[in-house]
């Protein structure tokens, strides 16, 4: 075993080893209890990101564990067409060779798309592989696969014949750069300062009008009417009437509908049905007309008459001078106000009326709220189920048709003999009217449709596979919160639909990764890092551990540091000190694969068997409730500051013995079961120690430890305060740790053990008497640790006025804690409000500092 760790060498080889001995097949234990996640698919275009790495570290730790547990383990790999952001992609690349997708056609794009995937497409396999994901790579999916496209035909086959999905001409979010129309989620609104304009609106029979704001003045070229709120008392006497637009000339009515905000700018707002979907609503109530005055460029039609052929921004400005000219301009205010833009390319999204298809959520909806309900489906933390429902309850029909080409196409053909519409799993021979010229639909379907049959698609749907009957439902799902409404939802709603079952039983909410400058990590803000980069210089290991650690439950954002990943490679190496350490007295009789628990520990090993019954027990509590963070961090302290800075310290003495008895045996079961413990999360390195320590097998398909419980010796902890308190006393006094100290330790209740004085020789370097040194005074100090007093002769090591100082100041410091804790429980808004958690915790603080206190006093009375 190499002296040092080198995480860039341990990390070389295991991943093909694994791979290559099928471990990551569920078929490595046949006979064990399914359980299956399925990854969130990432877009073939991209290549990992901090985001991707936290949400992949979370659920490999979730899949290596079970497969301990002995489960049929199977984490499905795969990724995501990306219609669109694929499509920009290759686009760029051609525009690089002066190309156009339509210089070579629809069939030819499609081929170099292709051709792209099968260059590039797997980058992100590879990386993940770098990071240790155990995937069974034999199941990897992609979404334009023939078996998951196969999937996608039959579902929109169905929903069509069953009436839930339609073709409509409605008001639909529209990207002029994309050029392609998108779902209400894939909209990103963001706050910016714009404007409200108010117009004055002539009545066309004769003096006087009505004054209308709106927050796009170039729109009011398409105004059919204008609209107030039936009851709004200053204008119901005026529906009906006639007004003239200004600038068109063109006469529109007053209508009255219940949805106007009488609060909003002067309670009068224009109607322009073919670009606001609220309006369209308001003109198919009225019967109104819908004129579209910007087309798919965002450039003025010929409906907008002077201004045609201008950009919307230009004719903006066009348009609020041409009123300013006809005197109908009557002021201007800042506004405030969400503003829709694309969530591939930032473009500011246009309400445009199109001819679409779309997906009617009411019938799926109703059974996918009952779902979680009823506890169908748990979301971990619950806060995230209301934020679902309130999703939920307020959808409005999904469009689901893109104006692209890569993606699944819309399985439609248009008969233009006689205008009918065909909808089938495979490409019609003819028409019933016996035409066979049939046109198939353009557009493809939004990368969400397929996405949303991703836990059953991925399994061989709608085959009744091995692979369906077994695996489905899915166990978990582990995602972000910002997809919960593209994509977890979706899910759900398609899941029970076609499955009559849910499509997994839990949903893992974690939050998103915050950039070092507490802004969300993001390529567009210049602030993201390379997940691979820290791979590179701390190892994949070191990575995953400080991502989990940092992933607090329940909270929106995990702050990330690059202390915290040189603080987990940090870990790493004492780890591998640690079994290096073992390895000298476990090697010659080896450690095994699992068991091998001593039946007569001594008190010493008692004390850390019972330790690892206790953190095993309350890790996997921790586990099941998906608080890897708190899981983790409960081992990371346990072997850090129990196993190694304690149970190491407290083995080498009789180890060191003739007859060390159990020690070795012990040692190394406790190091070999922590390694299995911190398998899933860092399985480079406690492979490369299993492989040295245990030697038969894979940590990877090692039994997850089970260490019985044993009875821990009575006043440990108080034997661990007593060598707290020796060794801060020389380091106050600036004593050496090995300098002789004269103790003499007073044990009325009976409390230290035998074992106790050759462990204070090892750990204190002092060999104390029992009893009581006289008098105390000017010659001792005294050291209260719980019943026990140990008085320290001062004769070599300090003087009593030098000792009464030290004390005297440490004195003032804790009076001071004590002091501002105690304030903060005074405080009944902090009482009544902080986690009853964080409340106990602030108690038994000022509970230690005031027990603490009043040990240092006694000690300076002592010396007075």
Avoid at 601 to 608: A, F, K, N
Avoid at 690 to 706: K, M, Q, R, Y
């Amino acid at each position: 075993m190499d002296p040092a760790y080198d995480p860039h060498k341990v990390e070389a080889d295991w991943y093909s080893r694994w791979e290559s001995a099928g471990v990551f097949r569920p078929e490595q234990n046949p006979n064990g209890p399914p359980y299956c996640i399925v990854i969130p698919p990432p877009n073939v275009t991209g290549s990992l990101h901090m985001g991707h790495a936290l949400n992949m570290a979370i659920q490999d730790a979730l899949i290596r564990r079970k497969r301990m547990q002995g489960y049929a383990a199977l984490w499905v790999p795969g990724t995501d067409h990306a219609g669109i952001a694929t499509q920009n992609v290759v686009e760029r690349q051609l525009a690089g060779e002066g190309l156009t997708r339509h210089h070579l056609g629809r069939e030819a794009f499609i081929e170099r798309v292709w051709e792209w995937k099968y260059r590039h497409g797997g980058r992100i396999s590879e990386q993940m592989r770098r990071l240790g994901f155990s995937c069974d790579w034999s199941r990897e999916r992609f979404t334009m696969d023939e078996g998951l496209s196969r999937a996608v035909r039959t579902v929109f086959v169905r929903l069509y014949e069953e009436g839930v999905i339609y073709r409509g001409r409605r008001v639909i979010n529209w990207c002029p750069r994309c050029h392609t129309a998108l779902s209400d989620i894939e909209v990103e609104h963001e706050d910016v300062t714009g404007e409200l304009v108010y117009i004055e609106y002539p009545f066309a029979d004769g003096e006087g009008g009505v004054e209308v704001a709106t927050t796009r003045a170039e729109t009011m070229l398409g105004d059919t009417a204008v609209a107030v709120h039936p009851d709004d008392e200053r204008y119901r006497g005026l529906i009906g009437r006639h007004l003239r637009l200004p600038l068109v000339g063109r006469e529109i009515p007053i209508v009255g509908d219940p949805v106007v905000d009488p609060s909003f700018g002067t309670g009068a707002v224009k109607v322009t049905p073919a670009h606001d979907p609220t309006d369209f609503e308001i003109a198919e109530r009225a019967g109104l007309p819908a004129i579209t005055v910007l087309d798919e460029e965002a450039v003025v039609t010929s409906a907008g008459g002077q201004f045609a052929g201008m950009d919307r921004f230009d004719a903006r400005l066009a348009v609020k001078e041409a009123l300013a000219d006809a005197g109908a301009l009557r002021r201007v205010e800042e506004h405030r106000h969400a503003v829709g833009h694309c969530y591939r390319c930032g473009t500011m999204v246009e309400p445009y009326l199109s001819e679409q298809w779309f997906v009617k959520v009411r019938p799926l909806v109703e059974p996918a709220l009952e779902a979680v309900r009823a506890g169908r489906v748990r979301f971990v933390p619950p806060r995230w189920e209301k934020h679902y429902f309130h999703w939920m309850e307020n959808l409005r029909d999904w469009t689901i048709s893109r104006q692209i080409w890569w993606g699944h196409r819309i399985p439609a053909w248009y008969c233009d003999a006689c205008a009918a519409v065909m909808v089938a799993l495979e490409a019609p021979a003819a028409c019933a009217c016996g035409a066979t010229a049939l046109r198939q639909e353009e557009d493809v379907l939004d990368t969400w449709f397929s996405s949303a049959l991703w836990p059953f698609s991925t399994l061989g749907w709608p085959d009744d596979t091995p692979d369906m009957q077994a695996f489905y439902p899915n166990a978990v799902l582990v995602t972000a919160y910002d997809i919960i409404y593209f994509w977890v939802a979706r899910m759900i709603k398609m899941g029970l639909h076609f499955t009559s079952d849910v499509p997994f039983a839990d949903v893992a909410i974690h939050g998103l990764i915050q950039a070092p400058d507490k802004r969300k990590m993001s390529k567009s803000l210049g602030n993201a890092i390379d997940p691979l980069d820290l791979v590179a210089e701390h190892g994949a290991d070191a990575l995953r551990l400080s991502l989990i650690l940092a992933a607090v439950p329940g909270h929106d954002t995990v702050p990330f540091q690059f202390e915290q990943v040189e603080a987990a490679r940090r870990f790493g190496n004492k780890l591998w000190n640690a079994v290096r350490f073992g390895l000298r007295y476990t090697a010659a009789a080896g450690v095994p694969s699992a068991g091998g628990y001593p039946a007569n520990p001594s008190p010493e090993e008692r004390w850390i068997l019972a330790r690892l019954h206790e953190v095993t027990a309350r890790f996997d509590e921790l586990f099941e409730e998906y608080r890897l963070n708190d899981a983790y961090g409960l081992l990371y302290n346990f072997a850090w500051a129990e196993v190694c800075d304690w149970f190491l310290e407290l083995a080498k003495a009789p180890l060191r013995r003739d007859d060390p008895g159990t020690v070795a045996r012990t040692l190394g079961v406790v190091l070999r079961d922590l390694l299995a413990l911190l398998h899933p999360i860092m399985p480079f390195v406690t492979e490369e120690l299993w492989s040295h320590l245990v030697g038969e097998g894979f940590a990877a398909t090692a039994s997850w430890p089970a260490p019985p419980s044993y009875e821990a010796p009575a006043g440990f902890a108080v034997f661990q305060e007593m060598v707290g308190e020796i060794r801060r006393f020389r380091a106050e006094h600036g004593l050496a740790p090995r300098h002789p100290l004269q103790v003499t330790v007073a044990d009325p209740e009976g409390i230290a053990a035998p074992w106790w004085q050759g462990q204070l020789e090892n750990l204190a370097a002092v060999s104390p008497e029992w009893g009581t040194p006289g008098a105390g005074g000017e010659g001792w100090t005294r050291l209260v640790v719980g019943p026990l007093q140990a008085f320290v002769s001062l004769a070599g090591a300090a003087d009593a006025a030098t000792e009464r100082d030290r004390l005297a100041r440490a004195i003032a410091d804790a009076e001071d804690l004590l002091a501002g804790v105690e304030a903060k429980l005074a405080n009944p808004q902090f009482v009544e409000k902080a986690p009853p958690a964080v409340v106990e915790k602030e108690r038994s603080r000022a509970a230690e500092v005031a027990a603490r206190l009043a040990k240092l006093r006694a000690q300076l009375s002592d010396l007075e």
